[in-house]
């Protein structure tokens, strides 16, 4: 059975739009299309934010939304940069993927991963919905001079699309994260599979002392082992690719506080009402990506419990195999491997994708924000 998972990969040869017509000639015209018209949409988000810089010089009350701007820049940069250095490693995490559905044809998998693909396209088409009818309401309700409609239009734009493009990358590390938790989940129920049967076996053996022909088989142990070095492989690609994509949009969503914070300053203790339609909309933005980060986090916490699942079967499966030291010997190795090598998805220094991730973002920001406004001739 061949697993169609065509919405992921299209995500992946978008992600790597400068290699995709070098890398990926088979895609489909209408592939090339839309990874052609992705860069130029990268290379006008580069021209736009430049340009809101100068546009808007005068109306920038707050310094973190300058570097807001500029770091959507640097960022977009990045990621053009990025797909040409990392061109072998997408590659590879493709590959990966097909390897493993060559090792394992998992019916629950199978099914798992295409309806999970229909769910999450719906959800980040949601997402970009919810943020043009908001953004759009918000500015139809600002109340400004006709004179000032191109600058209000160039900046609507610029924080549509860079938003965007966070909420794209979110979208793409959450495929990838969602494929590597269903692949450790498809090698745990294979070894529970396999021990029933086994189980099964055992019981219809009508000599007791002949039990060694009902164990578990030194391929389906090979097999798993297999698996799970494809998944620590992939694991490791994924590290190397989105850590700092990671760390840029984690933050922007402590930029986006901070802006707030402002805002809210200044409306409340200076009484400007300039701020109150910049304050709704950063809200907005800060909630999306508050949410998102959320997902992110629930999505490397539920990677680390199949791991631990899985090292918890490798126990039961280590105990199951004692009258076969073969068996027993693999079974250990591959216990041992996954206790070394720990499938995790890193973001910067110790701190891993999981449900800690977010309550110690929140608490970093809102302490070095507090700092910075006693610091703020406003207080």
């Known amino acids: 059975m061949t697993l169609n998972l065509t919405p992921l990969k299209y995500l992946l040869f978008i992600e790597n739009i400068t290699c995709v017509f070098r890398n990926y000639s088979h895609l489909t015209r209408c ?15 580069i021209l736009t934010n430049a340009l809101v810089n100068f ?22 940069l990045y990621v053009m940069v990025a797909a040409v250095y990392y061109s072998k490693k997408f590659y590879s995490l493709l590959l990966n993927f097909d390897a493993f559905y060559n090792i394992f044809d998992d019916r629950i998998y199978n099914q798992t991963l295409l309806r999970a693909q229909k ?56 495929s990838i994260l969602f494929v590597i ?35 578990v088989s030194q391929d389906k142990i090979n097999k798993w082992v297999k698996a799970y070095e494809n998944i620590n492989d ?36 200076e009484g400007s009402q300039t701020m109150t339609t910049s304050m709704f909309a950063h809200f ?13 986090s629930r999505a490397g916490q539920k990677v680390q419990n199949s791991s631990l699942q899985l090292r918890q079967k490798l126990c039961e499966l280590c105990v199951y195999t004692l009258d076969n030291e073969e068996c027993y010997k693999l079974a250990k190795d591959l216990l041992r491997c996954v206790r ?37 001739n406003v207080l």
């Open 234 to 269: 992939t694991s490791n690609l994924c590290n190397a690719m989105f850590s700092i994509q990671l760390t840029v949009m984690i933050l922007i969503v402590t930029v986006y506080y901070i802006i707030l914070m402002y805002s809210i300053t200044l409306i409340t203790v």
């Open 284 to 296: 907005f933005s800060m909630a999306v990506f508050l949410i998102a980060l959320f997902v992110i």
């Open 119 to 174: 769910v999450l396209t719906v959800t980040i088409f949601s997402f970009c919905l919810m943020k043009i009818v908001t953004s759009t309401a918000v500015r139809l309700s600002n109340r400004r001079g006709t004179e000032n409609m191109y600058k209000a239009i160039l900046y609507n734009y610029n924080f549509n699309f860079t938003d965007f493009r966070y909420l794209f990358e979110y979208f793409v590390l959450y």
């Open 181 to 215: 938790c269903e692949q450790l989940r498809t090698i745990t129920r294979s070894i529970d599979r396999e021990m029933s049967l086994s189980r099964e076996r055992r019981e219809n053996v009508e000599h007791a002392g002949d039990l060694s022909s009902a164990t």
């Open 55 to 76: 546009a808007l010089e005068d109306e920038i009350h707050i310094k973190a939304q300058r570097i807001y701007f500029l770091t959507s820049i640097g960022f977009s």
């Open 31 to 45: 592939a090339r299309i839309l990874a052609f018209a992705w860069f130029l949409l990268e290379v006008i988000s």
């Open 340 to 376: 070394t090598r720990p499938v995790r998805i890193h973001v910067f220094g110790t701190l891993d994708v999981e449900m800690s991730m977010l309550p110690s973002i929140v608490a970093f920001f809102t302490t070095y924000t507090v700092i910075a406004l006693q610091f703020n």
